[in-house]
């Protein structure tokens, strides 16, 4: 059976391959919108959710897994910034997807950023996005999705703070968050709060301990009673270790359930890429503006989450996100500690198709490691530092004898 779907797969790959160079003839933001028209449609009826299942599902016992009470069938997911206005989700699982996390949605209307707000580097694997969290509004969506039956989809809320202002109010800020993710209570599986997209106007304040720590506070007093749903918060990518420990020690404080690591790669610390890409016409991109995905992020996100898992010891969950292509990045990122995954950048660059590749790709990964679930294999490359140290004491005591 997996033989077949990996024949299937590859016919798919191939005529993705032919058709992208038509897909990228056209303006990017353009293409998202035709893309997503096409999949509304295959997913308005259950003819049309049959026949791309036919083509693009997969399913395996061995992917089934349960991160914080919810059960996922897999445990690759669709990540924020793709379905910003909960459109889709009636085709993501014939897709493939085990979970999908919509928006980010904010609490007020957000037209995002003026002109152009999105640039393919397509030698790096990369899309470099400078939206700024444009969408319909947490009330519209929120009334839009409410009676929805995801059926076997897990669903994300990804909240973040309205971008309509260069001025920060925390006041103000938190409770555009509290909004959004009120409005939200009773719809989808669990919560993110973004804390790192790094195309608003007024930066990234929540970064800062004392914003965080209100944020958070607010959080657990205003949402916990509303609902059992975990939480999770999306960290950037580009922070220091130390920044990172703080935020993570401000997560534990505030018993968060986890985190998402990372969002977007900012392109001052990456440059190499975008002159590379860019060699001779700058311009083409917004100076100074906008971050990137895909393979730029892979080494940092997965980095990140090495880091992250270390340091908590597994106490917090982490999905793993960035650059993210092949079963093998997958696996690499569920080995360094991640429970789940989400990705975007695959989709345009590979096809739809490498969602089913990468799930049969993990079976196979984690058959090889003697792995029958996702959960032994996370976090068993990146060996936490008590389970080392007992390994040191092991291999003295077995010198010493
Ligand atoms: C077009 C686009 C829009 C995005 N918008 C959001 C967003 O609204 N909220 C968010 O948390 N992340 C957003 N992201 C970041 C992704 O969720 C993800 O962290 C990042 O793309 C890395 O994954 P990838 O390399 O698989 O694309 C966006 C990414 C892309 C490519």
Redesign the pocket.
């Known amino acids: 059976m997996s033989f077949i779907v990996g024949i299937r797969n590859f016919i798919l790959w191939a005529l993705y391959r032919l058709m992208r160079p038509v897909i990228f003839l056209m303006d990017p933001e353009n293409a998202?919108y035709t893309l997503k028209k096409g999949g509304v449609f295959l997913g308005s009826n259950p003819i049309t959710r049959a026949i791309t299942a036919l083509l693009y599902d997969y399913n395996h016992r061995s992917l089934n897994t349960t991160v914080d009470g919810v059960n996922y069938r897999n445990p690759v997911g669709l990540?924020?910034?793709?379905d910003?206005d909960g459109e889709l989700t009636k085709i993501y699982p014939a897709l493939g997807f085990g979970l999908a996390?919509l928006?980010?949605f904010t609490g007020e209307v957000c037209p995002g950023n003026p002109g152009k707000r999105?640039f393919r580097m397509v030698k790096s694997k990369?899309?470099v996005?400078w939206?700024g969290?444009n969408?319909q509004g947490a009330e519209k969506i929120a009334s839009n999705l409410v009676n929805t039956d995801f059926g076997r989809l897990k669903v994300g809320i990804?909240a973040?703070k309205s971008n309509v202002s260069p001025d920060f109010v925390l006041e103000e800020s938190i409770r555009d968050y509290i909004k959004t993710l009120s409005l939200f209570a009773d719809i989808g599986d669990y919560f993110?709060i973004?804390i790192?997209?790094p195309n608003t106007q007024d930066g990234e304040p929540f970064v800062n301990p004392d914003n965080l720590d209100a944020l958070l506070s607010a959080v657990t007093e205003k949402i916990r009673p509303l609902t059992k749903r975990p939480i999770y918060v999306?960290l950037a990518a580009d922070l220091t270790f130390t920044e990172i420990d703080v935020i993570i020690d401000g997560c534990i404080k505030h018993k968060m359930e986890g985190v998402?690591l990372?969002?977007?790669a900012k392109p001052e610390t990456n440059q190499e890429h975008i002159a590379s890409e860019y060699p001779s016409n700058l311009g083409l991109l917004p100076q100074g503006k906008g971050a990137m995905?895909?393979?730029p992020?892979?080494r940092i996100?997965t980095n990140v989450i090495r880091h992250v898992y270390r340091k908590t010891r597994g106490e917090l969950t982490i999905i793993g996100?960035?650059?993210?292509f092949t079963a093998k990045d997958a696996y690499e990122k569920i080995t360094s500690g991640a429970n789940l995954l989400?990705?975007?950048?695959?989709m345009?660059f590979d096809g739809p198709q490498n969602i089913s590749e990468i799930n049969r790709g993990l079976v196979k990964l984690m058959r090889q490691d003697g792995f029958t679930s996702i959960e032994q294999a996370v976090g068993s490359r990146n060996p936490l530092p008590q389970l080392l140290d007992s390994a040191h004491s092991d291999n003295k005591q077995q010198e010493v004898a």
Do not use: D, P, R, W
């Open positions: 998202h990540s924020a910034g793709f910003k996390e928006g980010s999105l990369s899309i996005v939206y969290l969408n990804n973040a993110t973004n790192s997209c999306k998402v990372t969002n977007l995905s895909g393979l992020l892979q996100s996100v960035g650059g993210i989400h990705m975007i950048t695959t345009i």
